[in-house]
């Protein structure tokens, strides 16, 4: 069975940093995009990051860009997201899920397993 945990999740003041990590396991991830979603109240599920199996190439959605920074260690199964400069805008449930392929998808129904999610919040 599938299991992503996420991790790393917790309040912090504006301007701060946070790392997530997800961890993965149930199965090989050889080929697997991994990815990173954001949920705050009231509002719907939002791509934040992914990245390749290969690390090669990585996606972000432009209000995150410059500020967080995705990156993966395939020998530990494992996923990251680095949260720099962080605003209160930010604060949000952040999941990470899988997608088999190549190519990154910024839609959330193209990815097929799902952690539960870690809190982050950013005060003023």
């Known amino acids: 069975q599938v299991q992503l945990v996420e991790s790393g999740g917790g309040l912090v003041q504006a301007g701060g940093s946070l790392r997530l990590s997800c961890a993965a396991s149930?199965?090989?991830?050889?080929?697997?995009?991994m990815g990173w979603f954001r949920q705050a109240p009231g509002k719907e599920r939002e791509f934040v990051a992914a990245i390749t199996w290969s690390g090669s190439t990585t996606r972000y959605t432009d209000s995150v860009k410059g500020r967080f920074t995705i990156s993966r260690d395939n020998a530990k199964n494992t996923v990251y997201l680095q949260l720099n400069s962080l605003k209160p805008e930010d604060t949000a449930v952040y999941c990470c899920?899988?997608?088999?392929?190549?190519?990154?998808?910024?839609?959330?129904?193209?990815?097929?397993?799902w952690g539960q999610g870690t809190q982050v919040t950013v005060s003023s």
């Open positions: 899920a899988t997608r088999y392929g190549a190519t990154i998808s910024y839609r959330a129904q193209d990815y097929n397993d």
């Open positions: 149930g199965r090989s991830f050889v080929g697997y995009v």
